[in-house]
Nanobody, 111 residues
């Protein structure tokens, strides 16, 4: 059974940083595409970043240059480093692999 668990969310001031973690079980992240998505209140879920088995990364235009997705094969974990956060980044962030989704972690950017 594939499971992913996100962590690392919280409250941060505009301009601050957070690192989200996604730990997988029942599946090897190194052999799959893993993605981070987010859903803000009243909005549709949107893709934030993806990392392929070959470590090719893609980002939403709104986060390019500020967010970075990476993978630790030994820990079967994918990270999302978020820098220079803006209030519009406030959302629940989800990790997904092979159509399995975690419960999400709340990120709130506010002063």
């Amino acid at each position: 059974q594939v499971q992913v668990v996100e962590s690392g969310g919280g409250l941060v001031q505009p301009g601050g940083s957070l690192r989200l973690s996604c730990v997988g079980s029942g599946i090897s992240f190194r052999n799959n595409v893993v993605g981070w998505y987010r859903q803000a209140p009243g909005k549709q879920r949107e893709q934030v970043a993806l990392i392929t088995s070959g470590r090719i990364t893609t980002y939403a235009d709104s986060v390019k240059g500020r967010f970075a997705i990476s993978r630790d094969n030994a820990k079967n974990t994918v990270y999302l480093q978020m820098n220079r956060l803006k209030p519009e980044a406030t959302a629940v962030y989800y990790c997904t692999v092979r159509e399995s989704w975690g419960q999400g972690t709340q990120v709130t950017v506010s002063s």
